[in-house]
């Protein structure tokens, strides 16, 4: 069985099956909801969406590039969750940043994503990210001259710290929702909650127990 992390940087050791079930059913909390205004403000689209804009269901991950677990969703996870439910339709998946600190690489690096954003790179800039493990200002210039940056334009975006309030509101949201630390995940019905809650999902779950939200917010049983 896969272990069941939390959020950076403390994990939890390998829980057993017995009491799985009850451990989980602690942390899939749903948020103080206060309707369809709030909503529609947290399913937003602001660039950096990937799915059928249309799709049944929302997943919204709040994150920080330097989180240990936020790379191990994005490695493990992400490519399941990508391929099941993204690629087929089924679910649309947006970013939110959350620097777990209000300076250093972890901001850097989202303003960095952002900054590739501005020229229409954001995922891909996201993903180099992620997947490099890096985070100096050297290695962000080496990424946006890989992927075709106008390199003399993100390097002042970049040092000028554009897009700084928009990813604080980003973390101000997370905070507001529950979260305290990354990575953190909310699951919902795309056009407003209904009689089933948002989700959320505080920690860097197997893929399983995305799986089993999704299905039973599409309304469909879990293949055994």
């Known amino acids: 069985m896969d272990e069941v992390v939390t959020h950076c940087p403390t994990a939890l050791r390998r829980p057993t099956p017995i009491w799985l079930g009850a451990w989980l059913a602690l942390l899939l909390v749903a948020p103080d909801w206060s309707g369809a205004q709030s909503t529609e403000q947290l399913v937003r689209d602001d660039g950096r969406m990937r799915g059928d804009p249309n799709a049944p269901v929302t997943l919204i991950e709040y994150s920080d590039f330097t989180c240990g677990y936020c790379t191990k969703f994005f490695r493990e996870t992400w490519p399941r969750i990508q391929a099941n439910y993204v690629q087929t339709g089924k679910v649309r998946f947006l970013y939110r940043d959350y620097p777990r600190a209000f300076r250093g690489p972890g901001l850097t690096a989202a303003v960095a994503a952002r900054c590739a954003g501005d020229q229409s790179r954001y995922w891909v800039m996201h993903d180099r990210l ?3 493990g890096v985070f100096t200002f050297a290695m962000f210039k080496h990424h946006a001259t890989r992927i075709g940056l106008d390199l003399p334009s993100f ?8 897009h700084a309030e928009a990813i604080f509101e980003d973390r101000a949201e997370g905070v507001k929702l529950g979260f305290r630390g990354t990575p953190g ?9 209904g009689e089933d809650p948002p989700v959320l999902l505080p920690g860097a779950f197997p893929y399983e127990v995305f799986q089993e939200q999704i299905e039973r917010l599409l309304g469909a049983p879990t293949e055994k």
Do not use: D
Not at 155 to 162: L, P
Not at 185 to 193: D, H, P, S
């Open 185 to 193: 995940f909310l699951l919902l019905r795309t056009q407003g909650a």
């Open 130 to 132: 992620f997947e490099s």
């Open 155 to 162: 390097t002042k975006c970049v040092r000028a710290g554009h």
